[in-house]
């Protein structure tokens, strides 16, 4: 099936740090989601993107919409140890055969928060 | 409103057991998809649902059977549990617009022996 490359695979930084992290795929995606997976929970969705170029922010992070289509990147300012977690892109196919109901998942960048 | 609920929460089975996974959501939402989560794995679709009685293959299908005979409900089957489908498993519901959005459940965590 089709990846997402999705980097660093883990991040160790101090509270207060900004972080970056980014997918990358070789295909063309319609849409791009930030989700958040906290220890012993389900991903939860925090940022969806929909327009080719589009910056969005919630709080302390933002992500945008690569002008390209075939990536994604998430920002988060001033980090606190709650932002610790499993962040995962995911991406819709823009030629998805009509599936345009799955979602293709990036393996998650896992991030240490240290206080 | 519950959201999207799974259970059980754990499980252990021993190799050959069956057992079945229950996904249900309150929020009148189309489709619904089952996930595995495995360590440096991600997200790995094992089947998924287009509407009511209406299933489909993902990604990781063998050994797993679904039913959807209700809109809010997805059932997962492992007729004979395998040692290889030891992890975690998401169900995730979306609504049939244009919302890409998938919201998941608070995942099952299945150890097969």
């Known amino acids: 099936g089709q990846q997402l490359n999705q980097s660093p695979q883990s991040m160790f930084i101090q509270e207060g740090e900004d972080v970056s992290m980014n997918c990358t795929s070789s295909?063309?995606?319609?849409?791009w989601l930030w989700y958040k997976q906290d220890p012993g929970e389900g991903p939860v969705l925090l940022i969806a993107?929909?327009?080719?170029?589009e910056l969005t922010s919630n709080g302390r992070l933002t992500a945008q919409f690569g002008i390209t289509r075939k990536d994604s990147f998430l920002n988060i300012s001033a980090s606190i140890p709650s932002d610790v977690g499993i962040y995962f892109c995911?991406?819709?196919?823009?030629?998805?055969?009509?599936?345009?109901?799955?979602?293709?998942f990036g393996k998650g960048t896992l991030l240490t928060v240290n206080p | 409103n519950a959201g999207v609920t799974q259970t059980p929460k754990f499980r252990v089975l021993k190799t050959g057991q069956s057992m079945t996974l229950l996904c249900a959501q309150d929020?009148?939402?189309?489709?619904m998809y089952w996930y595995r989560q495995d360590p440096g794995m991600g997200l790995r679709l094992i089947h998924y649902s287009v509407g009511e009685g209406t299933t489909a293959k993902g990604e990781v299908p063998d050994g797993y059977n679904v039913s959807k005979k209700k809109k809010q409900n997805f059932l997962l089957g492992l007729e004979s549990a395998a040692p290889s489908q030891t992890s975690v498993y998401f169900c995730?519901?979306?609504?049939?617009?244009?919302?890409?959005?998938?919201?998941f459940g608070p995942g099952t965590r299945l150890l097969v022996l």
């Open positions: 929020m009148n939402h189309e489709y």
């Open positions: 995730a519901s979306k609504n049939g617009g244009s919302d890409k959005t998938q919201y």
């Open positions: 993107l929909y327009k080719a170029g």
């Open positions: 295909s063309i995606f319609n849409t």
């Open positions: 995911a991406g819709q196919l823009k030629n998805s055969g009509g599936s345009n109901y799955k979602l293709t």
